[in-house]
């Protein structure tokens, strides 16, 4: 058997048939090319209806506590809601002129400090207002968030140099403010609660009476709760 017995025979393709392969494949390309476009616009179009849909984040809309985002008039009405509270706080907790937890007159002018008594109001209003039921925030508040404010304020204020009226006796209930003292008003209307105030050791401080200054810290440690009424 001969080389060209073995060997099958491959039909040769014209040009013609090949031309007409050709064209059945680019059509082909065409169609499919079609169909991608389709759904790219397809796709597009989705898009820009889901970010039609979405509505766009608004900025965080600031804390009525949060004075770097207040005017100045927004600034002073927080100021005197705190001032107004700062009175009934020490008429409630610290009815003496010794209590511990005492906020002097001049809490405004320590940066520090009104800061924290800022915070520590709408704490105590978010603990004493809104609730549908039984709620333990106002102990917890109570408890935890108003004498480790009101300990920081003193340690990082001096405010037990600021605390006035020592010369009154312990067992006498002072005469409780219904409104802010005059030269807070004066601070208020100055515009200072924007600006730098002086720091603790330029502040004037008060002297307190004859013996009390060393007796203070100790009286404190030791007192104990004595019943009151409008006689004494």
Partial sequence: MTQEETTPETEAIGTGELEDVVFELLAKVKSLAGQVDGHTNA???LTERIDEATPEADPLDPDPWNLREADDEEAALQ????????IWFNANYAPYAAN??????CWYLHPHGRMLLLDLFYAWRAANYGHEADSADAIYWSTNYMPNAIRMAREYNGWE??????EEERTERPVSPITPPVSFRTWLDRGDSHEPTPRTDQLPVVPPAPGVAGEFSA?????QPRPWSPQV
């Fill in 43 to 45: 796709l597009t179009e």
């Fill in 79 to 86: 100021w005197q809601k705190v001032a107004e509270w700062v």
């Fill in 100 to 105: 511990d937890l005492r906020i002097p007159e």
């Fill in 161 to 166: 140099r600021c605390t006035v009226r020592h």
């Fill in 219 to 223: 009286q404190a440690a030791g007192w």
